[in-house]
Nanobody, 123 residues
Framework: VQLQASGGGLVQAGDSLRLSCAAS????????MAWFRQGPGKERRFVAV????????YYDDSVKGRFTISRDNAKNTVYLQMDSLKPEDTAVYYC?????????????????WGQGTQVTVSS
């Protein structure tokens, strides 16, 4: 299984970005997919998760109302639409997959990880 994250970049506060995570080697509809992030000098933290079917989503309170997670199982890809970005959103963003349809907020519940994509938000 491989997860390839992309879409990061340098933006200004208030801008938007869309991250993508392309999965290969798995049947995406039976895998819950999540995004985590790790800021400078900080621990990796949960951002958002979506069930294999796409019917269930959870968000961290810090991004609720600004970020939207979605997936296209036909393309084996999960997305993270990030709007109204803030400097505190600056981090390396990682996508992760869990070998079950049920979503989890815990990093240790995920079986596969992508390489990360850098998001930098300037004030």
């Amino acid at each position: 299984v491989q997860l390839q994250a992309s879409g990061g970049g340098l933006v200004q506060a208030g801008d938007s970005l869309r991250l993508s995570c392309a999965a290969s080697g798995l049947t995406s509809s039976i895998y819950a997919m999540a995004w985590f992030r790790q800021g400078p000098g900080k621990e990796r933290r949960f951002v958002a998760v979506i069930s294999g079917s796409g019917a269930i989503t959870y968000y961290d309170d810090s991004v609720k109302g600004r970020f939207t997670i979605s997936r296209d199982n036909a393309k084996n890809t999960v997305y993270l639409q990030m709007d109204s970005l803030k400097p505190e959103d600056t981090a390396v963003y990682y996508c992760a997959a869990r070998r079950t349809n049920m979503p989890s907020r815990r990093a240790q519940d995920h079986d596969y990880w992508g390489q990360g994509t850098q998001v930098t938000v300037s004030s």
